[in-house]
């Protein structure tokens, strides 16, 4: 039994579970016959093997199915779907943990507000399909020149905030250079311009960040 659950949550699959199910309850018939008195009560405990692994393995598969629907739940609702990012409700809960890990340890911490110039232009003169490919082209430029520690999202409209911990305001003027120029190389003519404004604190100017409404 222990065995079906295993195999179970390894290949999360019903059909590969059943299949071990039945190998085993015939290795298990195999042995039975090996055995020097057969009794009817040996024989029924083959069916008896099958159908409990199949039982297992079955409430193997429903406990998986509800945790992986529960993580994309919970996944989806802090991304935005349009372009994969993390959403408003996430970048909150974000800066508090950052935030709270500055004050207590004293690390620098900045914020840059990315927002794509003439945005409302670009959908009004090509259409909201081109502006969401604009969206995504910019978010996807903001993703790949970001270290792995930093945080960007989108919190609205043509808006994003980008996440720096252990930047100084320098590092982060920096980094706001570096996603401009990104943006600006876009092959998407209506993409190519963006402001960014940054916001730095260290230990001695952290009250700024003790509520996330402060920060957009």
Known sequence: YFLIIIIAGFWKDLRWSLGFAIVLSLFYSFLLFLAE?????????????????????????????????RQKAESEARHDFLTGLPNRQAYQ?????????SKRYGRNLSILMVDIDNFKQVNDTFGHDCGDVVLQKVAGHLAQNLRTVDFVARIGGEEFVVVLPETDLKGALEVAGRLRCAVKTSRKEAARTASIRSASATRSALLVFDRPENLT
Do not use: H
Request: aromatic share 12%; no cysteine; glycine share 0%.
């Open 93 to 101: 809960e974000r800066i508090l943990q950052e935030a709270e890990r």
């Open 37 to 69: 008195s057969l009794t009817t009560q040996l024989l029924l405990r083959v069916p008896f093997v099958l159908a409990a692994s199949n039982f297992y393995s079955y409430f193997v598969q429903l406990v998986n199915n509800e945790q992986a629907l």
